[in-house]
């Protein structure tokens, strides 16, 4: 059972289309961090999350952690091509722990 | 600044044979670690170490090996090879704010 599960686990849109990808869990975490890996190489990180309800904004990405601290999600307004990758979201439990899990990840396709 | 390097980038093993999976960074790091990734299931921890000397069990360390005498590198030996270790493997290095800095991945297959 993995402790964060995203979904949808793949999706495929058309250029100029918003999205929304989910990352969830029954656990509470100090922090959360959203990363974009592209074929070939290692995640590259995207941002991290460290108050329930926080919404931070990258361009055209916006990330939002859960109230409780247990879900976030990232949404992408306006695909563009350059998006396509997988995107991770990663924890760490409450209760100062050191190790960082990994969701399942979603793989996405931004089509021109 | 090369950040993390493994190597090497791809290699075929035999069944039963062992290796080591080589990760440097150089930013001086003192929290390093190892990941397999596999198709639908993100990245899973193997070992990790928070500094010389320590290192401690991830979620799927069975099989593989670690240890840590300097603070560059961090090491993955895998005893016995199974083709169940076929995957991609990531080591990573932790600066501050708990921000993960990644190598470009070894790809093994284990026939």
């Known amino acids: 059972t993995q402790l964060l599960e995203q979904s949808p686990q793949f999706l495929s849109i058309q250029e100029g289309e918003n999205l929304t990808v989910y990352c969830n869990s029954s656990?509470?975490?100090?922090?959360l961090q959203w990363y974009r890996q592209e074929p070939g190489e290692g995640p590259v990180l995207l941002v991290t999350?460290?108050?329930?309800?926080e919404v931070k904004k990258l361009k055209r990405l916006t990330f939002q952690f859960g109230d409780a601290r247990k879900d976030s999600s990232l949404h992408i307004t306006a695909a563009q091509t350059g998006d396509t990758g997988l995107y991770l979201c990663?924890?760490?439990?409450?209760?100062?722990?050191?190790?960082?899990?990994f969701g399942t990840g979603t793989k996405l396709q931004v089509i021109p | 600044n090369a950040g993390v390097t493994q190597t090497p980038k791809f290699q075929v093993l035999k069944t039963g044979q062992s290796m080591t999976l080589q990760c440097a960074q150089d930013?001086?790091?003192?929290?390093m670690s190892w990941y397999r990734q596999d198709p639908g299931m993100g990245l899973r921890l193997i070992h990790y170490?928070?500094?010389?000397?320590?290192?401690d069990q991830g979620e799927v360390p069975n099989g593989y090996n670690v240890s840590r005498s300097t603070t560059e590198d961090f090491p993955l030996r895998l005893l016995s090879a199974a083709p169940s270790q076929t995957s991609v493997y990531f080591c990573?290095?932790?600066?501050?704010?708990?921000?993960?800095?990644f190598g470009a991945g070894t790809r093994l297959s284990v026939l």
């Open positions: 990663a924890g760490r439990l409450a209760g100062g722990y050191q190790k960082v899990t």
């Open positions: 999350v460290v108050t329930g309800g």
């Open positions: 930013m001086n790091h003192e929290y």
């Open positions: 656990s509470v975490f100090s922090s």
């Open positions: 990573a290095s932790r600066g501050q704010g708990y921000i993960q800095y």
């Open positions: 170490s928070v500094g010389a000397g320590i290192t």
